[in-house]
């Protein structure tokens, strides 16, 4: 994902395969850290343990509590990265544990 464009795409052996599509990620003092990762687990239907229980619908997490999941494209978010509805749930089908998730600015 690029960070400065707030876009993110999926790929598969070097070819966009789906996106770019729009996304937001963290805000003022909630940076999303640039970097490469790996998925290190999936849930459905996550609910933030920090954040008041919000819900985190479609989650991917990469980076520690840092996921990309269905939310606001107008709000900026804790350092997730939010996505439309439609593309969260492309996201969270296509991406298994284990896969590279590359953070530019």
Same mark, same amino acid.
């Given at each position: 994902?690029?960070?400065?464009?707030?876009?993110?795409?999926?790929?598969?052996?070097?070819?966009?395969?789906?996106?770019?599509?729009?996304?937001?990620?963290?805000?003022? $003092?909630? =940076?999303?850290?640039? *970097? !490469?990762? /790996?998925?290190?687990?999936?849930?459905?239907? %996550?609910? #933030?343990?920090?954040?008041?229980?919000?819900?985190?619908?479609?989650?991917?997490?990469?980076?520690? $509590?840092? =996921?990309?999941?269905? *939310? !606001?494209? /107008?709000?900026?978010?804790?350092?997730?990265? %939010?996505? #439309?509805?439609?593309?969260?749930?492309?996201?969270?089908?296509?991406?298994?544990?284990?896969?590279?998730?590359?953070?530019?600015?």
């Amino acid at each position: 994902m690029k960070l400065s464009t707030n876009q993110s795409w999926l790929m598969d052996n070097g070819k966009v395969v789906y996106g770019p599509v729009p996304i937001t990620h963290g805000r003022k $003092g909630y =940076a999303t850290p640039p *970097g !490469s990762f /790996r998925v290190q687990f999936k849930n459905k239907n %996550h609910k #933030s343990s920090i954040f008041n229980n919000a819900p985190m619908p479609w989650s991917v997490f990469f980076n520690g $509590g840092i =996921a990309f999941h269905q *939310g !606001s494209l /107008r709000e900026k978010s804790h350092g997730c990265i %939010h996505l #439309s509805p439609a593309a969260a749930q492309k996201f969270f089908g296509s991406l298994a544990v284990g896969d590279v998730v590359e953070v530019v600015r």
